[in-house]
């Protein structure tokens, strides 16, 4: 995990879910999905099938491609539709 010993995290995640039935928290699973992601990984080590899908990929969509924009070139067109609907 902290260290960036991939093999020896998923040796412990598989023993985890093999114990418990489930995997850790997500708190715990954070480091993992790191290193898969930065190293490429992911499709290879079947991460997905083994602790499902990143619960913060939402997030990181959301504010790459659905992010608002709030400069003149963003609001401009609002506020002209604002002050129409004001001189009515």
């Not at 093999?7 to 114990?19: D, P, R």
């Not at 990929?57 to 070139?73: C, I, M, P, T, V």
């Amino acid at each position: 995990g902290k260290h960036g010993q991939l093999g020896s995290a998923l040796m412990i995640l598989k023993e985890c879910i093999a114990t418990h039935g489930s995997p850790p928290g997500e708190k715990n699973l954070k480091f993992i999905r790191q290193i898969c992601r930065s190293r490429e990984l992911t499709d290879e080590v079947g991460l997905v099938e083994l602790i499902g899908e990143d619960p913060i990929d939402w997030l990181r969509e959301g504010q790459a491609n659905l992010k608002r924009e709030y400069s003149y070139r963003g609001r401009r067109n609002l506020d002209r539709t604002r002050n129409a609907l004001l001189r009515i």
